[in-house]
């Protein structure tokens, strides 16, 4: 049954590049001198290593372990002994450092103890964590752990499940190859896949340049009684992006602000679900995978190689010419020169293709851009490129992420076409990482002002409690002062001092804060009337009249302003001063 394709704006056709590596099956690469295995091989967490030097390890053997639930464990790829847990240089553009596991193969190949389940016998959340124990990532390119993608939206019913098939890219025929030969437990993989998250349909895309896979596929389907589609799409480069294929294969586009899970599709690649199958059915996690080895060699070929093997030794395999110069690693549209032939095979490389000038001819210097709009015609995302390309240039990057920047999936279609030969992929690159610093800088600064603001907080709320606690103590110790003055007082008048109520006596609303300060300062004047009394008054025995006559009104007067307290008692027991004789 034929079914209704769409198409997707934009995109190219390059020459393809393929038929010189899919003349032979696939070879496996012998044993390398060496392994050298990135524990950080997927999207997420960092894993965490769990051997050291001199550790002996088994085929299988986890040796880093994933930290967090997007994150996927990483194995040994052969048995041996472990060398080194050191940084070494990791096959990327920026040719930076990464932490890794050394191994010096024994030759014997030895593997774990495997154990094999049946999936449906084991709940959802089982198989998920299988998965991910296994190190099944998206080998597509995107390395995303497998598990992750794995359970359903709890809002939007699942209604398509896409296999990629569709392998556009020059040059790599690995998806090809495995398809061919293999496609009985690709199926049984994509199996596992629509058992996990029940779709009420599964389409496989392959492009048409690809008949013999896709008769295998269907071959495989009616073998094992799916009710699978296999579905040949034209061939465009970048019809194996996956909101390309989604848009072909179902009408449905996704946004930029959304995931094809909230349009009830979600999207794996044909490699992906052949490892998920061997992680289940065989209890193998992911320690080699298929590598197209192309581009100026004798003999192109696709080879299983063990994660970690050196580029350099695997790519000897196919006799590179004596004019290579380099290696690329993915296709000639989205890959880039490996930093040197030491750096390791990952779960994300698909092929390495020997370069040379011959092969790929330096291109001529950049001009300037004209406006002619030819790379927003090629956007298969429908983005303006030469837009994002002036604002990258003027590092403005705000405007940048105006223009949608982050959407771009650096399928290089832009700078195929571009007429003044700029390589916008690389500007927008640049974009990106700086946009990506900056965040990073931005949330350790909010960080540490999150830290500071709390303790400040911290230090104030001591501080008030401090004073609280100060407080209370000054009111117990005035409230202690006065009830033995208020004692003393009653003894030396014959008075009955009035009984205080208890503690726990009901009584009228009252403000603890002004209890307190009125606490405070009766406590401090109890202690200015003890000064007083302390001091005992020099020079006054031999007074004048006059003189007596003048305390006594400055005294008279501070009462009066209420600087001091009268002292009735004090006063009825001095004799009247005299009177003078001249008044």
């Known amino acids: 049954m034929l079914m209704n394709l769409f198409t997707f704006k934009g995109g190219v056709k390059p020459p393809t590049n393929k038929t010189q590596s899919v003349t032979l099956p696939i070879a496996q690469a012998p044993l390398p001198s060496r392994l050298v295995v990135p524990l950080h091989q997927s999207i997420g967490g960092m894993p965490q290593p769990v051997v050291q030097a001199g550790d002996k390890v088994l085929k299988g053997q986890l040796i880093g372990e994933a930290d967090g639930w997007i994150s996927a464990a990483v194995h040994a790829p052969t048995s041996g002994t472990v060398l080194e847990v050191a940084m ?253 032939a030491d750096v390791p095979v990952v779960k994300a490389t698909n092929c390495l293709i020997a370069h040379s000038e011959r092969l790929f001819p330096p291109k001529a210097p950049e001009m300037p851009c004209i406006r002619c709009g030819s790379c927003a015609q090629a956007c298969p995302h429908e983005l303006q490129p030469f837009e994002m390309y002036w604002f990258s240039r003027a590092k403005n990057f705000g405007k940048t992420q105006e223009y949608n920047i982050f959407d771009c999936i650096e399928c290089g279609c832009c700078s195929f076409v571009c007429p003044s030969r700029i390589p916008l992929v690389q500007y927008f690159r640049f974009a990106k990482s700086e946009i990506w610093a900056r965040e990073r800088e931005k949330n350790a600064s909010d960080q540490a002002k999150a830290r500071f603001e709390f303790k400040q907080l911290r230090e104030e709320r001591e501080k008030a409690d401090k004073a609280e606690k100060l407080a209370k103590a000054a009111a117990a110790q005035a409230a202690k002062k006065a009830a033995e003055a208020a004692a003393a007082a009653a003894a030396e008048s014959g008075t009955v001092p009035a009984v205080a109520a208890p503690a726990d006596a009901p009584s009228a609303t009252v403000n603890p804060e002004k209890e307190a300060k009125r606490a405070t300062i009766e406590a401090a004047m109890a202690r200015a009337k003890a000064q007083r009394e302390a001091v005992q008054p020099k020079n006054t025995e031999n007074l004048t009249a006059e003189q007596q006559k003048a305390a006594a009104d400055i005294e008279a007067r501070r009462v009066a302003a209420h600087l001091i307290e009268p002292e009735p008692a004090a006063a009825a027991d001095q004799p009247a001063a005299p009177l003078d004789p001249k008044s």
């Open 88 to 340: 070494h240089v990791q096959p990327h553009p920026s040719g930076l450092d990464a932490l890794c596991v050394v191994i010096e193969p024994d030759g014997k190949d030895e593997w774990i103890a495997r154990e094999a389940v049946d999936y449906k016998s084991l709940p959802p959340e089982e198989v998920r964590e299988r998965l991910q124990q296994a190190g099944v990532v998206g080998l597509g390119g995107a390395v995303f752990p497998t598990h992750g993608k794995l359970t359903a939206s709890k809002t939007v019913p699942m209604e398509e499940l896409v296999i990629n098939g569709a392998e556009c890219e020059p040059f790599i025929t690995c998806d090809d190859l495995l398809m061919r030969e293999r496609a009985d437990e690709v199926v049984r993989g994509i199996g596992i896949f629509r058992d996990l998250l029940q779709p009420k349909k599964v389409l496989i895309g392959i492009e048409d340049n690809k008949p013999e896979a896709a008769a295998a596929m269907r071959l495989a389907v009616q073998a094992l009684g799916e009710s699978f589609e296999v579905v040949q799409v034209p061939t465009r480069y970048p019809a194996g992006g996956a909101k390309q294929l989604i848009r072909v294969l179902t009408g449905k586009e996704v946004p930029a602000s959304k995931r094809s899970t909230d349009l009830g599709v979600q999207c794996f690649n044909v490699a992906t679900a052949y490892t998920a199958w061997r992680a289940i059915a065989h209890g193998e996690p992911v320690v080699s995978r298929l590598v197209t080895l192309s581009g100026n060699v004798h003999a192109p070929r696709n080879y299983e190689v063990l994660i970690g093997t050196p580029m350099g030794e695997l790519l000897k395999l196919a006799q590179p010419h004596p004019d290579t110069d380099g290696i690329i690693m993915g296709g000639p549209m989205m890959g880039f020169l490996v930093p040197n």
